[in-house]
């Protein structure tokens, strides 16, 4: 029996430390993944508007409470706003649509997807004109928004995504601090000093892209990509587990949430399996040490197609 591990926010909801990542999973192939998971015991599914698949895990939730899978009481759902809907007005309804294609009445958790801001209906900006500057569009207004969407009952809590101290803080000042923050972690990208900050200020941190990333865009050709990395691989020999087992079961040991992709059924199990794996203090210690800053996803797209914002100003 696998001990599903949990999180507590700070309003006392249980956060299922452990979830399905839907980003990169196509429509077509999302569906059988979310059934696959649900079945084999998942309680957490981390989704967004922009991900493009949301109508489809939100048939297979439907379909997997109705085959007794699961029911909702027991489901953890994430989503998260998109940049294009950041203006007040517009978060209760791209939050409806999110409900309506996911097929839910209420979401776990719902995040300000990025720190950036589009015009509304602008998917992915092509030129300067489909940008809004924060000034624009002042994040304290976006979240502002997304309280009172928790205190109208369409999410139990509400957080952000790819956002530093300075960010959390400012939030912070506007009502309540966002209760979760998620962002790119693994053992090349520690957080360490966020995840300090998150932890003091009562903030639990998601880590995406935990197993790192094989993006070759976003790849530099002198980074071995983590599940093969020997440190790794050395340690997963040790502890009888695969690497991808290492990389889960780390993240969960230091205390984040983790929500590793994947559509493939086998690896889908393999990856729950890693809540079985232990690893020792000198095992945690050898992984602390392959930190190098070094992030897959640089923000560098945010920072193109006539861009008011820079790469190093997005995770302040
Ligand atoms: C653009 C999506 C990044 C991870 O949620």
Redesign the pocket.
């Known amino acids: 029996m696998t001990t599903y591990p949990t999180l507590k926010l700070r309003s006392g909801l249980s956060f299922p430390a452990f979830g399905l990542?839907t980003?990169k999973s196509k429509p077509g192939e999302v569906y059988d993944a979310v059934r696959a998971a649900l079945e084999i015991g998942y309680r957490h599914l981390?989704c967004?508007a922009?991900?493009g698949n949301e109508t489809e895990v939100g048939q297979a939730i439907k379909d997997a409470i109705a085959a007794g899978d699961i029911t909702r009481d027991e489901l953890w759902v994430t989503s998260?706003l998109w940049n294009n809907a950041h203006l007040k007005d517009d978060v209760a309804p791209a939050l409806e649509q999110t409900l309506s294609d996911l097929q839910l009445d209420y979401l776990d958790l719902y995040l300000i997807?990025?720190p950036i801001a589009f015009k509304p209906g602008v998917g992915f900006p092509r030129s300067a004109d489909d940008w809004l500057t924060l000034e624009e569009a002042p994040l304290s207004e976006t979240w502002e928004a997304m309280l009172a969407a928790k205190q109208a009952g369409k999410s139990r809590a509400v957080g952000v995504?790819?956002m530093g101290p300075e960010r959390l803080s400012a939030l912070g000042t506007v009502g309540e601090l966002p209760e979760v923050n998620?962002v790119?972690s693994h053992p090349h990208l520690q957080q360490g000093e966020l995840l300090n900050f998150c932890n003091e200020h009562n903030i639990v941190l998601t880590a995406?892209?935990p197993l790192g990333s094989t993006d070759r865009e976003n790849r530099k050709d002198d980074e071995p990509p983590l599940l093969n990395h020997p440190t790794i691989e050395t340690i997963a020999s040790e502890v009888g587990a695969s690497t991808a087992q290492v990389l889960i079961a780390w993240a969960i040991a230091r205390g984040t949430v983790v929500i590793p992709k994947s559509v493939n059924r086998q690896r889908i199990q393999q990856n729950f399996d890693a809540l079985k794996v232990e690893l020792t203090d000198e095992h945690m210690k050898t992984i602390a040490s392959l930190d190098k800053g070094y992030r897959y996803?640089d923000g560098k797209?945010f920072a193109s197609n006539g861009s008011p914002y820079t790469p190093e100003g997005i995770y302040r």
């Open positions: 990542g980003w981390d967004a922009v991900y998260k997807h990025w995504s790819n998620q790119e995406y892209s996803l797209f």
